[in-house]
């Protein structure tokens, strides 16, 4: 494909950049032989234009993957290296480079990313850590429970986050969970509920401590019906939303029961409680408000006039596309925008680690080029400016 069609990221779709293969077959070459090699064909193929670049050792193992304004510029950078440095020994081992070109710096950051983070090269240090998020997760079961995890499964729980603090989170999950009276006994801890039909009712025995203490809804030994523990269920989701303040009043008015009966110990207790739930919320908050902000057309001028607009929402490029320039291409154009705006969102729980990643990336990105936040749009606006009256009265949804 030119390279001017679509960008690439993947490790499927590889540059079609002309690409030197030492030939390791043949009587190994010196370090100075292949070097000159390298950098001639560095020279006779690469351009001064942004980009992405790939080097790969013996193997075909992927060494290095970086990104480059001047692509032509920073590849021949490497050959000029001293001995001994990074750069030098990274040429020293490399037998074969690729790169793609890509019209502006903004894609180019979020293209190296992903292969990095796909690719795991050796040389690489930005973005080849993966960062560890907590999410909480609701699981799926006869009585769900509310639990802190840093992976997500196809398991059919619901997952909210990320939140980067993951030892802090799973004390305050467990707070949510006592605060609800929610069970967080194991998966096989049998469930019984108040209201189940059942021909021998042993009188079962609570099986933890929770229990007695009234901070679980126990269960286990059937006190609570099935409508009380799915209510429950539906506050902790609320309140993973933002949407509840219920857990949170429920908890200072026992606080406040627990002073005016002069039992100061466990009125402490309780505050402390109280202000680590509503540290959690406020967070929440705070991260869904940045989120939902990154949600517009993005146009970025591009090399030699190669403009591109990137639909993105919530964080997450959506969609690439050239810059409409005719009435086909509008069309085109605004036909995506409905649909990737339109589109039903999956909310809070909808996100995976590596999606936040690129939220963040983004994030970072607009934060760092605050000049560039005049190159966005909504998305309705976008259609009205592009299309005219043919899109007035269709409302796009712009979170």
């Known amino acids: 494909m030119a390279p001017r069609d679509r960008p690439s990221y993947l490790p499927e779709e590889r540059a079609k950049a002309p690409a030197l293969q030492l030939d390791t077959a043949a009587p190994a070459q010196s370090t100075v032989?292949?070097?000159?090699?390298?950098?001639?064909?560095?020279?006779?193929?690469?351009?001064?234009?942004?980009?992405?670049?790939?080097?790969?050792?013996?193997?075909?193992?992927?060494?290095?993957?970086?990104?480059?304004?001047?692509?032509?510029?920073?590849?021949?950078?490497?050959?000029?290296?001293p001995r001994g440095e990074k750069p030098w020994?990274?040429?020293?081992?490399?037998?074969?480079?690729?790169?793609?070109?890509?019209?502006?710096?903004?894609?180019?950051?979020?293209?190296?990313?992903?292969?990095?983070?796909r690719w795991q090269p050796r040389f690489n240090v930005q973005h080849k850590r993966r960062r560890i998020y907590a999410f909480v997760k609701v699981t799926r079961e006869q009585a769900p429970r509310v639990l802190p995890v840093t992976r997500i499964t196809e398991d059919g729980a619901t997952y909210y986050g990320p939140f980067p603090r993951v030892r802090a989170l799973a004390r305050t999950v467990r707070e949510v969970a006592h605060v609800l009276g929610l069970r967080d006994c194991p998966a096989t801890t049998p469930v019984f509920f108040d209201d189940q039909l059942e021909i021998f009712d042993a009188g079962r025995a609570p099986r933890c401590l929770r229990a007695d203490l009234r901070s679980c809804l126990a269960p286990c030994c059937g006190r609570p019906t099935s409508v009380q523990y799915g209510d429950a269920v539906q506050l902790a989701r609320r309140?993973?939303?933002?949407?509840?303040?219920?857990?949170?009043?429920?908890?200072?008015?026992?606080?406040?029961?627990?002073?005016?009966?002069?039992?100061?110990?466990?009125?402490?207790?309780?505050?402390?409680?109280?202000?680590?739930?509503?540290?959690?919320?406020?967070?929440?908050?705070?991260?869904?408000?940045?989120?939902?902000?990154?949600?517009?057309?993005y146009r970025v001028p591009g090399f030699e006039g190669d403009d591109r607009v990137y639909l993105i929402r919530r964080g997450r490029i959506r969609k690439e596309v050239s810059l409409p320039k005719g009435k086909k291409a509008r069309l085109a154009v605004a036909r995506a925008v409905e649909e990737v705006y339109g589109e039903k969102d999956l909310g809070p729980g909808g996100l995976k680690p590596?999606?936040?990643a690129e939220i963040l990336l983004v994030a970072r990105w607009f934060r760092l080029n605050p000049e560039e936040r005049r190159r966005t749009v909504a998305p309705d606006v976008w259609l009205a400016e592009q299309m005219g009256s043919r899109t007035r009265g269709r409302p796009v949804p712009t979170q």
């Open 89 to 117: 020994e990274l040429i020293r081992d490399t037998q074969r480079i690729e790169w793609d070109y890509i019209p502006n710096e903004f894609f180019a950051l979020i293209s190296e990313m992903k292969l990095i983070q």
């Open 354 to 356: 590596q999606e936040a």
């Open 239 to 297: 309140f993973l939303e933002g949407r509840a303040e219920a857990p949170l009043a429920d908890l200072e008015r026992q606080m406040n029961e627990a002073a005016a009966r002069m039992d100061f110990e466990y009125a402490a207790l309780l505050r402390d409680r109280l202000e680590r739930l509503r540290a959690f919320s406020d967070e929440m908050v705070a991260f869904r408000g940045r989120v939902e902000d990154l949600t517009f057309v």
């Open 33 to 81: 032989s292949s070097k000159t090699a390298l950098r001639r064909h560095v020279r006779a193929g690469a351009e001064n234009r942004p980009g992405i670049y790939r080097m790969f050792g013996p193997g075909d193992e992927p060494l290095y993957v970086g990104k480059s304004v001047r692509l032509r510029t920073r590849l021949l950078s490497y050959f000029r290296a």
